[in-house]
């Protein structure tokens, strides 16, 4: 209770940085190590929970939010790796959570191949590796189109499991006292697909963020009434449920090729010029 509170006066007064992890409480360090699958969680027919467990109970895994992990198993048949945004926080110490889409085809793979796995697996982990830094504060870096500037607004537009990549920034920014707004539009083809939503909710309940989910399916879920915006992803929608472009308004895009193609042609055409796919 007491650190409880100590931490708390302390990000109040910003004595410390609640996104970022100091370097000797990190566990990747950019080489090949292990960690074990601790237990997985069916959200869906194709998505999964996964927790994994570090073999520095005492360490946090060490991303920072925006980065990246990559995994393979070395008694898998096809040398594979994967890539994928931890959602768990990044203070998190001893265990980290992934959420993994399993694509199903004929020939084998490595996303589907993991969620087959048993309690108590080993799988080789590194990282990490960077897709975006969020410093905090409305401080955020992209390297791959040279940002590294603040913004009041971020926007969001996420497609089903892909909600990954952003998880942690939603998170990060609804529960360290950073003012930064967020605007989400989360976007799949039915409610199943609508990951994560206990979590969304409740910070859309606390006025943390301001979120919509939209479903591509226009029917209602068979028992269930779902009073969000339906159909195809248009301007419109975009232009509603996202902040205004500006100098201070930055979007951020995640999903299959083809959305994210889609969704920035809109975008531009409703003439949002700070957009980074992510």
């Not at 109040?12 to 292990?34: A, G, H, S, V």
């Not at 467990?53 to 994967?82: E, M, V, W």
């Not at 509603?240 to 930055?250: E, G, I, S, V």
């Amino acid at each position: 209770m007491f650190q409880s509170l100590l931490y708390q006066f302390k990000l109040r007064f910003k004595m410390i940085n609640p996104f970022d992890i100091k370097q000797e409480f990190k566990f990747l360090n950019n080489t090949q190590q292990q960690c074990t699958l601790h237990s997985k969680q069916q959200l869906n027919q194709s998505t999964y929970l996964m927790k994994f467990a570090i073999s520095q109970q005492d360490k946090c895994l060490g991303t920072r939010i925006g980065q990246y992990i990559s995994l393979n198993d070395p008694k898998f048949d096809i040398n594979t790796t994967r890539y994928y945004c931890p959602i768990s926080r990044i203070d998190d110490v001893g265990m980290f959570d992934l959420l993994v889409h399993a694509v199903y085809a004929e020939n084998k793979n490595f996303s589907t191949h993991i969620t087959t796995l048993n309690d108590g697996h080993i799988l080789n982990i590194n990282g990490p590796f960077t897709n975006y830094l969020y410093h905090g504060y409305g401080s955020i870096e992209i390297p791959k189109y040279n940002i590294n500037s603040n913004y009041q607004y971020i926007g969001i537009v996420a497609e089903s499991s892909a909600i990954a990549a952003f998880f942690q920034l939603i998170e990060g920014i609804a529960t360290n006292g950073d003012n930064t707004h967020i605007g989400l539009l989360y976007v799949a083809d039915t409610l199943d697909e609508l990951v994560l939503m206990e979590e969304l909710i409740w910070y859309m309940e606390e006025k943390k963020i301001n979120a919509t989910f939209m479903l591509r399916n226009e029917q209602d879920p068979v028992g269930k009434v779902f009073s969000g915006p339906k159909g195809q992803l248009k301007p419109i929608y975009l232009e509603q449920y996202l902040p205004q472009p500006n100098d201070q308004t930055l979007i951020l895009v995640c999903g299959s090729r083809a959305f994210k193609k889609e969704t920035k042609q809109q975008l531009e055409y409703i003439h949002h010029q700070n957009i980074a796919i992510i």
